[in-house]
């Protein structure tokens, strides 16, 4: 016998859900097809830099190979969910409203996830779209070697078999490219493969110069093609900083402010 039922929820069924979910998708999808800016890599640096640029009306797209957004900036360090910010880079946290613990004078500390929701709460806000599950391929080349846009391909495609992982991948167009992929740096090095370029590998640890170093070495690393966060130090050699975040966020201011000083001329 059928259980008479007051509803609470409007009457829509399982077809009209997935239409949306599937007409939604692919209208965004295609606009983004072009966009002024891709960013490949969803960690603090790239979610920053994309904040930034897309606040002041900018079609930024973030490609991330994985099902969530952040990075390392979710888990801390040795998974110890807390992250520190070494001064002045707490005003960064201010930005986006995140709570922080003063640990001693040039030292705070926050909960990584609340730092992390916020961050990619922020950078959605501002106008950023997001392409998660695909994985960046390659790069796309125009006059004079200038990146122009990426390959990308579903993330899952790495796990079928080798016999039938010849689905072919698709382009995307773009003014400019970060790569914000971190200790990989797979943007930068598909050029380095390419032989237009070379990467020097990732220090060893040394926060007090990292983080400076960092900061100072963001920015167009080849036309078409910026760095920023650990891909910075990968590229140029630099020392890596471990679970403090303050260089991630102000690469990523840096290489918005470089960008958009581009894009207004």
Known sequence: MEEKRNPIFAKIGEKEITRAIVDSFS??????????????????????????IAKEGYKVLIVERNNYLGGGFWSGGYLM???????????????????????????????????CS??????????IKIA?????????????????????????V???PREIACLDPIALESKIVIDSTGHDACVVKSLEAR???ETKGEGGMWVEMSEDLVVKHTGEV???????GMAVSTTYGLPRMGPTFGGMFLSGKKV??????????
């Open 81 to 115: 969910n807390k992250v520190t910010m070494r001064s002045p880079s707490e005003k960064e946290l201010d930005e986006i409203g995140v709570p922080y613990e003063k640990i001693k004078e040039g030292l705070y500390v926050t909960d990584a996830p609340h730092a």
């Open 118 to 127: 916020k961050l990619i709460a922020a950078a959605c806000d501002a106008g």
């Open 256 to 265: 918005a402010e470089m960008i958009l000083n581009i894009l207004k001329f």
């Open 222 to 228: 080849h036309p078409g093609l910026f760095v920023t």
């Open 27 to 52: 209208k965004q999808f295609s606009e983004y097809v072009e966009s002024d800016v891709i960013i490949v890599g969803g960690g603090p640096s790239g979610l920053y830099a994309g904040k930034f």
């Open 195 to 197: 032989g237009i370029l």
């Open 132 to 156: 998660n599950m695909s994985m960046f391929v390659d790069v796309v080349l125009r006059e004079e070697n200038r990146v122009s846009g990426v390959v990308i391909n579903w993330s899952s």
């Open 158 to 160: 790495k796990s079928l």
